[in-house]
């Protein structure tokens, strides 16, 4: 069975800096390309980034690119969304995701394998 449990969330100032981890069991990492999604309430669940299962094709949604990387080490089995320059838009939950298959994809309904969300809060 394969599992994916996020953590690192936390309440920051506007302008910081935060690195939420997801952690994968068995060999997830080296047989499915990874997602990261957000969800505030009352809006609808948005794609943040994703990797492909080779660790490049790394991509990001428009309203963070710049400040939001992605990377993952498989020896870890540990994948990172490392947010830097955090403003209260960014406050919501986040999710990590995964799907069989080398590519990553922006829609959520791909993904069969989903973490429990770890909280991120961004006060002004």
């Known amino acids: 069975q394969v599992e994916l449990v996020e953590s690192g969330g936390g309440l920051v100032q506007a302008g910081g800096s935060l690195r939420l981890s997801c952690a994968g069991s068995?060999?997830?990492?080296?047989?499915?390309?990874m997602g990261w999604f957000r969800q505030a309430p009352g809006k609808e669940r948005e794609f943040v980034g994703g990797?492909?299962?080779?660790?490049?094709?790394?991509n990001y949604a428009d309203s963070v690119k710049g400040r939001f990387t992605i990377f993952k080490d498989n020896a870890k089995n540990t994948m990172y969304l490392q947010m830097n320059n955090l403003t209260p838009e960014d406050t919501a939950t986040y999710y990590c995701?995964?799907?069989?298959?080398?590519?990553?994809?922006?829609?959520?309904?791909?993904?069969?394998?989903w973490g429990q969300g770890t909280q991120v809060t961004v006060s002004s």
């Open positions: 995701a995964g799907r069989l298959g080398g590519l990553t994809m922006k829609d959520g309904s791909a993904y069969r394998t």
């Open positions: 990797i492909n299962r080779s660790g490049g094709g790394i």
């Open positions: 068995g060999r997830i990492f080296y047989t499915y390309s």
